[in-house]
């Protein structure tokens, strides 16, 4: 870990262009305070891959709101109208991935695997333009890998390391995420000191973790 | 009684004691009203619960427990709170038991459509395609026509979500189970005749000598 951030350093630090994975499932699990800096540094032209966009207004869905993205990887945006719309006018370009495929996608940018076999999409528009493997008899769709410039991550609790637990439905993609990004900057609701938080509760050590978000206030 | 509650009272009688079971949001998540507790069902949300509850009183909601439509849930006692990768693990490793969706066109092969209206409307697939190629069983819950139009189709004009035969159709009018030789007429609604029900089906159907009426209780 390499130290605290404000939101707006970290906004500094994210490039226009960049590659973002964002943590969350309709906003819950998202890094709202990360995103507002976003909105507010006017960022553009960013690849955002994450679950969905949320709705206008709530996590991802501020960015949309805000022209910060030019391309999005999803595997659904039905709740944002606005991302639908800018898709049809050719001001955002939307690749739909089925959510299993999406996280395993990500999981495997994150664990060093050139791949994922997969029966999900087969014999639908997804196979399109795919390779299918057999292998012991049954057929796959061959997936390619996912990472990004950045993920950034929302934590229920981060110690002084950057080691990070998560609650209840706020899991969803940020385990897996925080191992996709070449920088990972998590933003927690609380930091506690070491050892406060169980080495069996750590679902994210701390290693993968460059940057906290600072708390509010 | 309302089409939507029939349909999820019937869907309903399918959930049997023990069951893992993914309900997809909109009338699939009606069925759980239906289930008794006693029947110690466990229902998954695939944003990160095992043993999702039903709302939470008036005050006590917290953003960090949702379904997977983004509304306020409770969990219950043995509930397991996991990520996006072990949830869609457990639907595509063949750990799910049920799935209920809704759908736009089912066909004579017992093909579901259910995630996009070319040129209408994109919302993504989500986890459609993964719950429709993993769980054990697959049923699809919906109105039979949508605007005077029958949703029990010859064949899908819409893009599928799965190359996979669902297991059963449950819709206001009847019950339907597809099989290799086409669409069984397996129950009546409460008062339908059976020659209201293929006036009402653009699809060929598999009518048998005998067509009894749907149970509810």
């Known amino acids: 870990m390499k130290g605290v951030l404000k939101p707006e350093a970290a906004a500094a630090m994210i490039p226009d262009g960049a590659s973002l994975m964002i943590g969350g499932f309709m906003a819950v699990g998202t890094p709202e305070r990360l995103i507002d800096a976003l909105v507010a540094r006017g960022a553009r032209g960013l690849t955002v891959i994450a679950n969905d966009t949320a709705m206008p207004g709530k996590g991802i869905g501020k960015l949309i709101s805000a022209g910060c993205v030019a391309h999005v990887i999803a595997s659904h945006i039905g709740l944002n109208p606005e991302t639908q719309a800018k898709m049809i006018a050719g001001e955002i370009g939307c690749e739909l991935v089925p959510q299993g495929t999406l996280v395993e996608r990500i999981r495997a940018g994150g664990v060093g695997l050139g791949g994922v076999l997969t029966p999900t999409g087969l014999g639908t528009e997804v196979e399109d333009g795919k390779q299918v493997v057999e292998v012991q008899g049954k057929r796959y769709l061959l997936e390619t890998p996912l990472t990004a410039d950045f993920a950034l991550i929302a934590a229920h609790t981060a110690d002084y390391i950057g080691n990070l637990s998560y609650m209840l439905t706020a899991h969803n993609f940020n385990p897996v995420m925080a191992m996709a990004g070449r920088t990972v900057i998590a933003e927690p609701d609380s930091i506690v000191p070491l050892g406060v938080i169980a080495p069996d509760a750590v679902k994210t050590p701390g290693v993968l973790v460059d940057h906290l978000l600072i708390r509010k206030g | ?217």
């Open chain 2, 1 to 217: 009684m309302d089409a939507k509650d029939l349909i999820a009272r019937r869907v309903a009688r399918e959930i049997k004691p023990g069951m893992l079971v993914n309900l997809g949001i909109g009338l699939p998540s009606m069925v759980a009203n239906f289930v008794p507790a006693a029947r110690g069902v466990f229902f998954q949300a695939e944003n990160g619960v095992i043993g999702l509850g039903a709302r939470p009183p008036e005050g006590m909601e917290d953003r960090h427990l949702t379904d997977a439509g983004g509304g306020f849930v409770t969990a219950v006692p043995g509930a397991a709170a996991i990520d996006s990768a072990m949830s869609f693990g457990l639907i595509r490793g063949g750990h799910l038991d049920m799935t209920v969706l809704g759908g736009l066109q089912v066909d004579e092969e017992g093909h579901l459509a259910n995630w996009k209206v070319p040129g209408k409307m994109v919302p993504g697939m989500g986890g459609a395609m993964d719950l429709v190629t993993g769980a054990d069983c697959v049923i699809v819950a919906m109105q039979h026509a949508a605007k005077g139009q029958s949703k029990i189709v010859p064949r899908c004009t819409l893009p599928l979500t799965a190359l996979r035969r669902v297991d059963l159709v449950v819709t206001d009018l009847a019950v339907l189970r597809p099989e290799a030789d086409g669409l069984h007429l397996a129950e009546r609604a409460p008062g339908i005749s059976v020659d209201e029900i293929l006036a009402a089906t653009e699809a060929r159907l598999v009518v048998p000598a005998e067509v009894p009426e749907m149970r509810l209780d």
